[in-house]
């Protein structure tokens, strides 16, 4: 089993940058997939970007080349740096670990751009 807790998010301006942080804390970190989901008011949450084990990386096509996702298997800890950041990124960014059948889920850090 493996706890999540995301940190980082904020109000920005559009254009602006967040870097996120996801720790977590339980062993083998390293065999999990892990990913970034938000979700907007009234809408599904949806997968952002996710990184396996080896470092194969997965975006949503609305933030590529905006939004980089990265891990460090010794601190146990998940990024997103996100740039360019644009009013419909607004939302609860949450962290996720996924293994099989097994899916653990952080508490989410709310993401604003306004200006």
């Known amino acids: 089993q493996v706890q999540l807790a995301e940190s980082g998010g904020g109000l920005v301006q559009p254009g602006g940058s967040l870097r996120l942080s996801c720790a977590a804390s339980?062993?083998?970190?390293?065999?999990?997939?892990m990913g970034w989901y938000r979700q907007a008011p009234g809408k599904q949450r949806e997968l952002v970007a996710s990184?396996?084990?080896?470092?194969?990386?997965v975006y949503a096509d609305s933030v590529k080349g905006r939004f980089r996702i990265s891990r460090d298997n010794p601190k146990k800890m998940v990024y997103l740096q996100m740039n360019g950041l644009k009013p419909e990124d607004t939302g609860v960014y949450y962290c996720?670990?996924?293994?099989?059948?097994?899916?653990?889920w952080g508490q989410g850090t709310q993401v604003t751009v306004s200006s």
């Open positions: 996720d670990a996924g293994y099989g059948p097994y899916d653990y």
């Open positions: 339980g062993d083998n970190f390293i065999i999990y997939t």
């Open positions: 990184i396996t084990r080896n470092t194969s990386t």
